[in-house]
Nanobody, 121 residues
Framework: QVQLVESGGGLVQPGGSLRLSCSASGTIFSIYAMGWYRQAPGKQRELVATIPSGGNTNYADSVKGRFTISRDNAKNTVHLQMNNLKPEDTAVYSC???????????????WGQGTQVTVSS
């Protein structure tokens, strides 16, 4: 089994910062891409940022220049540093990981349970 657990959400004032973390644990042979998505009330889930095992990161236009995604491959962890937060960033943030549990098995995407980020004065 594989588990992804997020941490770091909370309430922050506009202009503030938060750092989200997501750790993958369990039977993992290799992790390929990792990413962060968010879903605001009444809206569809949207991509925030992704980071492959090697190569360029990808960001939604709405967060470029404010958010930074990074990963620690040794710890199977992905982070999202969020600066200059805006009320429209309020959402449940979830991480995912595209991984293979055993050599030779199919790749599959796993999701965390999500963490609430609220930006409000």
């Amino acid at each position: 089994q594989v588990q992804l657990v997020e941490s770091g959400g909370g309430l922050v004032q506009p202009g503030g910062s938060l750092r989200l973390s997501c750790s993958a644990s369990g039977t993992i042979f290799s992790i390929y891409a990792m990413g962060w998505y968010r879903q605001a009330p009444g809206k569809q889930r949207e991509l925030v940022a992704t980071i492959p095992s090697g190569g360029n990161t990808n960001y939604a236009d709405s967060v470029k220049g404010r958010f930074t995604i990074s990963r620690d491959n040794a710890k199977n962890t992905v982070h999202l540093q969020m600066n200059n937060l805006k009320p429209e960033d309020t959402a449940v943030y979830s991480c995912n990981a595209d991984l293979r549990m055993f050599i030779g098995t199919m790749r599959r995407t796993y999701w965390g349970q999500g963490t609430q980020v609220t930006v409000s004065s």
